[in-house]
Structure formats: structure tokens, C-alpha cells
Nanobody, 119 residues
């Protein structure tokens, strides 16, 4: 099993920045990649960004490309999401998740952290 603990959410003004953290523990050797998702009120959960656990290759949703950066600290088993130029539409609960190998599915999820961007 893998445990994921998120932190770093909060309230920020439009144009501001926040950094989210996701600390992984447990069977981290079986992680294929880590990702951030978000869910706004009344909307479905959507993909934000991912990072390969072994190669650190990254991918982003078009809506955050150029504004968000995902990274990881191998020594701390922690993944970060640096969010800049935040917009009110970025307001959501942000979740980190671990895709495991196998079954190459997002099996483990954090508890979520609220990000609120005021206009």
C-alpha cells in the first residue's frame, strides 16, 4: 500500500501563487507515476499534471500548461505542484494520486486540499 498526504492549499488572490505538496510513504517502489487532479464544485474530477516516478517526465492539462509545474524530491518521496498566475477557475479541491505498476491505474489517493482563488 501507499499512503499520500497532501498539504499547501489555501486562499490566494487572482494572479498569486501556491505550492502543493504530496508526501508518499509505504510501497513507493511500485509507483509508476504520480499525478495531481482537481475537482471544482459541481464538476467532475479532472487531470492537472503528472510526473514519472522513474524518469521525472511530465505532462500537463492544457488549462494549466505554462502556469503550473510538477516536480518531485526523490529523497523525500514528495511531489510538488507549483501553481502560478492562478485564476478563479483554478478553485477546486486538489488531489494527488499514485498510479501503480501493475495495474497501471490510479489506485491511491490523498485526502485532498482546498485551493480557493479570489478575483
Amino acid at each position: 500500500q501507499v499512503q499520500l498526504v497532501e498539504s499547501g492549499g489555501g486562499l490566494v488572490q487572482s494572479g498569486g501563487s501556491l505550492r502543493l505538496s504530496c508526501a508518499a510513504s509505504g510501497r513507493t517502489i511500485s509507483i509508476y507515476n504520480m499525478a495531481w487532479f482537481r475537482q471544482a464544485p459541481g464538476k467532475e474530477r479532472e487531470f492537472v499534471a503528472l510526473i514519472s516516478w522513474s524518469t521525472s517526465n511530465t505532462a500537463y492539462a492544457d488549462s494549466v500548461k505554462g502556469r503550473f509545474t510538477i516536480s518531485k524530491d526523490n529523497d523525500k518521496n514528495t511531489v510538488y505542484l507549483q501553481m502560478s498566475s492562478l485564476k478563479p477557475e483554478d478553485t477546486a479541491v486538489y488531489y494527488c494520486s499514485a498510479r501503480m505498476k501493475p495495474p497501471f491505474e490510479y489506485v491511491y489517493w490523498g485526502q485532498g486540499t482546498q485551493v480557493t482563488v479570489s478575483s
